[in-house]
C-alpha cells in the first residue's frame, strides 16, 4: 500500500499513462515495478507497529466526519437563531 501511494510509484504511473481526458496506466508495465520486499519478521514487527496506528487514524477520520456532519446541522440553526449558544449541552 505504502509503495502504490509514494511518490516515486505515482511518476513511474505518470510517465508510463496514456490517454488525456482519462491518463491510465497499462497494468502489464505497473506490475514490472520493482519493489523490495523484506523478510517476514521484519513485516510482522513492521505490522504490529504501524497497524494500530492506521486504525487510530480511521478511528478519527470517523470521528471528525461526524463532527462536521453535526456541525453542518447546527451551525445553520445558531446563525438563525433556532439555537441558542448556552443550550448546547457540554460532552462530558
Not at 491518463?23 to 510482522?44: C, F, T
Not at 494500530?52 to 456532519?69: D, E, F, H, S, V
Amino acid at each position: 500500500m505504502f509503495t502504490v501511494f509514494s511518490d516515486h510509484f505515482i511518476e513511474f504511473a505518470d510517465m508510463i499513462s496514456n490517454g488525456t481526458k482519462m491518463p491510465r496506466s497499462e497494468w502489464s508495465v505497473l506490475k514490472k515495478y520493482q519493489i523490495i520486499v523484506p523478510k517476514d519478521e521484519a513485516l510482522e514487527a513492521f505490522d504490529s507497529l504501524v497497524r494500530p496506528m492506521l486504525g487510530k487514524i480511521a478511528n478519527l477520520q470517523a470521528q471528525i466526519a461526524t463532527l462536521r456532519a453535526t456541525r453542518d446541522a447546527l451551525l445553520p440553526r445558531l446563525l438563525s437563531g433556532q439555537l441558542v449558544p448556552n443550550a448546547i449541552p457540554t460532552p462530558v
